[in-house]
């Protein structure tokens, strides 16, 4: 999955002439813009050729939500090592106001043949483009909506997935009512869908617990990440993080 030193940043490279085509020595320092690459093989193995590799634009001027946090490399392994699940279904992904961020788990999907649409808040338009072109560096045809969790935007009424992928999604308690009320909403319009979390430890399991007993949800599968992250990635993340599967309570309907 990754290589001996675990995924790496590759600061020959940043977004801008990545995308012009012509090549760079080192990190612009005016855009502090960087990629990271990351692999995703059988058995720990690049050599063998089963498997890829996704790159992804990272902004190290932000604050959050332009980093590749460790949970979305829990979620995007576990992605990987589920890719049959995923192969031909739809998929988004998004966290409430912060988005996609910089997508690899969604990106992972669709490498694995999921059709994919990644989000981000309506507000935040160089997220939203720094999606787009995370997508054409790795020759990915992803559809790409501004829409902020929580509201009733018109990009919502037109998703029908059959899972969501949300990294990091449990970070602000402020925040919780407003993803849950999105992904109510989406499982009720797609019966079957799945909510597919990886959240740090942080955020307290017993508020989860109660809302998704408040929003008509249960948890179906509950992980610790590490025991799905192969030893040469997890060496690279930190903290405890949680995966968790959570779908509507078989009574709503």
Known sequence: MANGEGDQYDSSRIASSTIAGSATSAVSDETMTRISRHYFTNDNDRSSGDGFSVDIIENI????????????????????QQRSRFSSKSVVEGVDQLGAGTSLPGLVAAK??????????SKNPEVLENMRKTCHINGLRCRVLGLTWGEWDPPLFSLSPDFLLGADVLYDNSDFDDLFATATFLMKNCPGCVFITAYHAR???HLIEYLMSKWGCKCTRLLDAFSTVPPTKASNLHGSIQLA????????T
């Open 61 to 80: 001027q932000e604050e959050y939500g332009m980093f590749v946090w460790p949970c979305a490399i829990a979620l995007a392994e576990y992605v990987w």
């Open 203 to 205: 955020s307290g399991h």
């Open 245 to 252: 599967e959570i779908v509507l309570n078989d009574h709503i």
């Open 112 to 121: 694995v043949g999921a059709n994919v649409t990644l989000t981000d808040d």
